[in-house]
């Protein structure tokens, strides 16, 4: 079973540019969850989809984040424009149900310069 | 306000030394603990859920056990490969809630 799968790697932005990042779930997990770690403070959660729904945006820090998740499958997680302290690893996890463990990417680490 | 507290910050142990994680929480309507180990630059790896005090799950030299405030990590008799940064995390009503982590180093 493939895993979780976030690009890019690696992104350096200047303020105020845009940035997209994309996840690709595991196939057949309807949950899919972004989460972020900004320097320092624990991972925190930002929305949950379920298929091409958003169950619960609450953890969405402000209008310039944008998430979707067309077709429910992949998700992208638009900043725009990105600011500096939108700098961090943003994570991307899937579950088949929610009750169960999630299984993470390997994240995305946003530099905004 | 939902809190998850884990502590320590950081633990050095040496090869073989058991010890113990704690992640200490409050959150209203649990409806599950999760532990995940991170190792540097990878996401975060399940390790167990626990739903119920009470509850403990084993897996190699882990083992995860907890009450009402609170879950233990134990770690018997650990090797260098052990070392990872462990994450606690509660799940209440739709969203899952991390500590800041634990940081173990095992020293060969």
């Known amino acids: 079973e493939a895993g979780v799968t976030q690009f890019p790697s690696h992104s350096v932005i200047e303020k105020g540019q845009t940035v997209t990042l994309r996840c690709d779930p595991i196939?057949?997990?309807?949950?899919l969850y972004w989460y972020r770690r900004v320097m320092g403070k624990e991972i925190k959660f930002l929305l949950h989809?379920?298929?091409?729904?958003?169950?619960?945006e609450s953890g969405m820090p402000n209008n310039r984040f944008l998430a979707e998740r067309t077709g429910g499958t992949y998700s992208t997680l638009k900043v725009q424009p990105a600011e500096l302290e939108d700098s961090g690893v943003y994570f991307c996890?899937?579950?088949?149900?929610?009750?169960?463990?999630?299984?993470f990417g390997s994240g995305t680490r946003l530099t905004v310069v | 306000e939902d809190q998850v507290t884990q502590s320590p910050e950081a633990l050095r142990l040496q090869e073989g030394e058991s010890s113990s994680l704690n992640c200490s929480y409050t959150?209203?309507?649990?409806?599950?603990l999760f532990w995940y180990r991170q190792d540097p630059g990878k996401g975060p790896e399940f390790l167990f859920t626990?739903?119920?005090a009470g509850e403990e799950k084993e897996k190699e030299r882990l083992k995860a056990t907890l009450t009402k405030k609170e879950s233990f990590l134990h770690i018997t008799a650990p090797k260098p490969e052990d070392s990872a940064t462990y994450l606690c995390?509660?799940?209440?009503?739709?969203?899952?809630?991390f500590g800041a982590g634990t940081r173990l180093t095992v020293k060969p």
């Open positions: 996890a899937s579950s088949r149900d929610s009750n169960y463990g999630y299984t």
């Open positions: 196939s057949g997990h309807d949950n």
């Open positions: 989809f379920v298929k091409e729904s958003k169950q619960d």
């Open positions: 959150v209203s309507g649990l409806r599950g």
């Open positions: 626990l739903y119920s």
């Open positions: 995390a509660v799940q209440a009503m739709d969203d899952m809630r």
